[in-house]
């Protein structure tokens, strides 16, 4: 069984930084494209960042310039640098990704949530 376990959210002021963090755990053989998504109350959930098992990274429109996605395949793991927040970054931010299991199975798994506030 695979999972996913996001950390890093936290109560932050505005033009502060945060860096979330995902790892997948379990019996897994190799894992293809890691997202991270946001959503809050009353709106979809929103695609911020993807990076392929080879590095290709792609931004949403509302974080470009502003948040970084990077991985180390050693640790399974998934990061997002999040700079300058602004109160509209305030989310409940989701770890996704395309998982083969030990069985050569795929599958589309996702983190349980990390809240990221940002307030003064």
């Known amino acids: 069984q695979v999972q996913l376990y996001e950390s890093g959210g936290d109560l932050v002021q505005p033009g502060g930084s945060l860096r979330l963090s995902c790892t997948a755990y379990g019996r897994l053989t190799s894992i293809n494209t890691m997202n991270w998504y946001r959503q809050t109350p009353g709106k979809q959930r929103e695609l911020v960042a993807s990076i392929t098992a080879n590095g290709r990274t792609y931004y949403g ?10 991985r180390d395949n050693t640790k399974n793991t998934v990061y997002l640098q999040m700079n ?36 003064s």
């Not at 970054?89 to 506030?117: E, K």
């Open 61 to 70: 429109d509302s974080v470009k310039g502003q948040f970084t996605i990077s």
């Open 84 to 119: 300058s927040l602004k109160p509209e970054d305030t989310a409940l931010y989701y770890c996704n990704a395309d998982i083969v299991d030990d069985r050569g199975d795929w599958g589309d798994y996702w983190g349980q949530g990390t809240q990221v506030t940002i307030s």
